[in-house]
C-alpha cells in the first residue's frame, strides 16, 4: 500500500468547489504535486511545491498543505475536471518518490 | 513541440531483459531531470526510476532496485531504462517523464511533461 493515502472517489456539483486530500508523514518535509489523469490519457501536473500551477493549467486548481495533509482544490469544479487525481511526493524514508492510490472525481 | 516519446516494450517471458527508449525533442534535454513510471492495467501510478540532469544523481524504487538500470545520453536527448530479471508484477504501461528541475527528489518535485507510454507484458 502507498505510503500516500487518498479517499478512492469523490463528487462534487458542477461549479461548487471540492478538496481532494493526500495523507502522510512525508507531507510534514516535503510538498506534494498533484497529477491530473483522464481515461486513455497521460497524466497532467496541475500542482507543484507550495502552490505553483505550470503554464496552462486553469487557476481554479490550488494546492495547500496543513501538517500530513496536502490538499487540491477546486473551485468552480467544470465538466472537463472529472477525472482520476494523483499526489506524489516523497515516502517515509525520504529517500524515493511515491504516488498515493488515485482520486477519482465524479462532477455531477 | 515539447515531447517525449517512448518505444521498447512488448511482450516478455518472466525472466527475460527488455530496454526501453525516451526520445526527447522541443526542449533543452540536458536541463532537466527524468524519470520513469509505471501504471498497471486500471490501476494508479508508481514511480520506477528517476536520474538527474547529468547522470550524477539517480533513485529507484525499492520494487526494482537491483534489477532496472535508468541511463541517459544527451548527445542523443534519449533516456532509457535497462529492465532485466523481470517478473509478471512488471506488466505495466511505462511512461517516461520530465522533471520541472535538472536534479531528483528536491523537495519540489514534479513531472510537467509526460509521453504515452510503452506496454511491457511479461508472461510467458
Known amino acids: 500500500s502507498s505510503e500516500l493515502t487518498q479517499d478512492p472517489a469523490v463528487s462534487v456539483a458542477l461549479g461548487q468547489s471540492v478538496r481532494i486530500t493526500c495523507q502522510g508523514d512525508?507531507?510534514?518535509?516535503?510538498?506534494a504535486g498533484w497529477y491530473q489523469q483522464r481515461p486513455g490519457q497521460a497524466p497532467v501536473l496541475v500542482i507543484y511545491?507550495?502552490?505553483n500551477r505550470p503554464s496552462g493549467i486553469p487557476d481554479r486548481f490550488s494546492g495547500s498543505t496543513s501538517g500530513n495533509t496536502a490538499s487540491l482544490t477546486i473551485t468552480g469544479a467544470q465538466a472537463e475536471d472529472e477525472a482520476d487525481y494523483y499526489c506524489?511526493?516523497?515516502?517515509?524514508?525520504?529517500?524515493?518518490?511515491?504516488f498515493g492510490g488515485g482520486t477519482k472525481l465524479t462532477v455531477l | 513541440e515539447v515531447q517525449l516519446v517512448e518505444s521498447g516494450g512488448g511482450l516478455v517471458q518472466p525472466g527475460r531483459s527488455l530496454r526501453l527508449s525516451c526520445a526527447a525533442s522541443?526542449?533543452?534535454?540536458?536541463?532537466?531531470?527524468l524519470h520513469w513510471v509505471r501504471q498497471t492495467s486500471g490501476k494508479g501510478l508508481e514511480w520506477v526510476s528517476g536520474?538527474?540532469?547529468?547522470?550524477?544523481?539517480?533513485g529507484y524504487a525499492e520494487s526494482v532496485k537491483g534489477r532496472f538500470t535508468i541511463s541517459r545520453d544527451n548527445a542523443k536527448n534519449s533516456l532509457y531504462l535497462q529492465m532485466n530479471s523481470l517478473r509478471a508484477e512488471d506488466t505495466a504501461l511505462y511512461y517516461c517523464?520530465?522533471?520541472?528541475?535538472?536534479?531528483?527528489?528536491?523537495?519540489?518535485?514534479?513531472?510537467?511533461?509526460w509521453g504515452q507510454g510503452t506496454m511491457v507484458t511479461v508472461s510467458s
Open positions: 517523464a520530465r522533471d520541472v528541475n535538472p536534479n531528483i527528489l528536491t523537495g519540489l518535485d514534479g513531472f510537467d511533461i
Open positions: 522541443g526542449f533543452t534535454f540536458d536541463d532537466y531531470a
Open positions: 536520474i538527474s540532469w547529468n547522470s550524477g544523481s539517480i
Open positions: 512525508s507531507l510534514r518535509t516535503y510538498y
Open positions: 511545491g507550495k502552490n
Open positions: 506524489n511526493s516523497r515516502d517515509n524514508s525520504g529517500n524515493h518518490l511515491v
